[in-house]
């Protein structure tokens, strides 16, 4: 016996017990209904149905045939064909929702979710570890944001690359994201830079303890709040505090992100054909971060921003590698195996033995500040940019 033919002998047994109980009045109809899980009127036909036609007459006459809404074999067909040779590997979520944007698909995800559990094209998900509380989020945008990098095989037949992504606690939004070769200083300044011009200053800045983030005298142990690197620089100037993670576990909220766009992005470029590092950096800038925040990001708790507006200009003299190096004799400023010719200057007759500061931009410029004064601007091989003989103090390098 099948277990619809199980359940519904079950029933008339369930059904003969209490028409027998009411026949000797010991349940009034109404309650013969209750115990039957029925209203009293349909209590009373199946009463009928018995007395005229027997158990027959209770017998479901719906088993045996085809649901009027179930779902045609050819779309059930069409669907499994479209995983496996579209969308393999996608997980049931992502491919749902994939089909609905762009397929016109109408069924929903339980049911996907079955047909690719029955066909043997996705594992069924192991059940889940040990509860963990979350940390509340913050209320605001703007009083913290993750930063983090993750290295993966994000581009199809391409080695490992970093992905930086620089996200809000309290809604999940990511404002920033891109691929490098190496996850580093550079990086992060250049996240830092497309952030902060975008939305303003915020109030903390929430990060692992990598190298390029903080001096830890010793492995494992806690950082050395005194010695600054190049980004702790740049943050304590802007009045950011840099907060540090002891954890995976502490940064939980963004290595769950990560899960997810390992899952998703990784596919999205893939199927977009995306093969070099500059086509998939404007596809996630301009077509993916938009459908990420729609479906992953949420409300905060408080409407206002704590965000600080900031102008751009200065940010860029601040965001940035900042080294000291002493004039040469002839005036040459020797950087990362580069030399700096300083110009003429009608300030002062050289420069030579000078203390001066290279500032090296996300984008790979350079620049020679004496003091506040700009004294020349170069590109990343040494050649001079646009230097004009006398230079604006600029009051942002103060």
């Known amino acids: 016996m099948n277990r619809a033919g199980w359940l519904q002998d079950r029933r008339m047994k369930k059904f003969r017990d209490v028409l027998s109980r009411w026949e000797r009045k010991e349940l009034s109809g109404l309650e013969a209904g209750e115990l039957l899980g029925v209203s009293e009127r349909q209590f009373r036909r ?28 050819d779309e059930i067909a069409w669907m499994l064909d479209q995983y496996r040779s579209q969308y393999w590997g996608w997980n049931v979520k992502h491919f749902h929702e994939r089909l609905q944007r762009h397929h016109g698909f109408n069924w929903g995800y339980t049911w996907v979710k079955t047909q690719l559990h029955a066909a043997g094209l996705v594992e069924r998900a192991k059940r889940r570890g040990t509860h963990r509380r979350k940390r509340p989020r913050k209320p605001c945008e703007g009083m913290m944001l993750h930063q983090d990098g993750s290295r993966a095989e994000w581009l199809a037949g391409s080695p490992p690359l970093d992905l930086i992504v620089t996200m809000d606690d309290a ?35 929430y990060t692992d303890r990598g190298s390029h983030y903080f001096f830890t005298p010793k492995a494992g ?78 409300p905060p708790e408080l409407a206002e921003s704590a ?72 590109d990343g091989d040494g050649r001079p940019v646009d230097n004009p003989v006398d230079k604006k103090e600029l009051k942002s390098a103060a």
Request: charged residues 30%; proline residues 3%; aromatic residues 8%.
């Open 221 to 298: 142990e806690a950082i050395d709040k005194e010695r600054l690197t190049q980004v702790g620089r740049a943050l304590d100037r802007l009045g950011i505090e840099h907060i540090a993670a002891y954890s995976p576990e502490a940064r939980g909220r963004s290595e769950r992100m990560f899960g997810t766009l390992q899952d998703r992005l990784a596919k999205e470029l893939k199927l977009a054909g995306m093969a070099d590092i500059k086509a998939a950096n404007r596809f996630i800038s301009e077509v993916y971060l938009a459908d990420h925040n729609a479906r992953f990001a949420r």
């Open 171 to 205: 809604t999940s939004t990511i404002y920033s994201a891109f691929l490098v070769g190496e996850e580093g200083t550079a990086s992060t300044l250049r996240a830092c830079l497309e952030v902060f011009a975008m939305k303003g200053l915020p109030s903390s800045l």
């Open 307 to 378: 965000f600080v507006a900031v102008d751009p200009a200065n940010l860029a003299e601040i965001l940035c590698i900042e080294e000291e190096r002493i004039v040469a004799r002839d005036n040459t400023v020797a950087y990362e195996g580069v030399r700096l010719q300083l110009p003429e200057s009608r300030a002062r007759a050289h420069y030579v033995k000078a203390r001066v500061k290279v500032r090296e931009y996300p984008d790979g410029g350079l620049a020679v500040f004496h003091g506040p004064r700009l004294l020349a601007r170069y």
């Open 46 to 73: 199946y009463r009928d149905r018995y007395e005229e036609d027997g158990l027959a007459g209770l017998a479901d006459k719906r088993l045996g045939k085809a649901s009027v809404r179930r779902v045609p074999v």
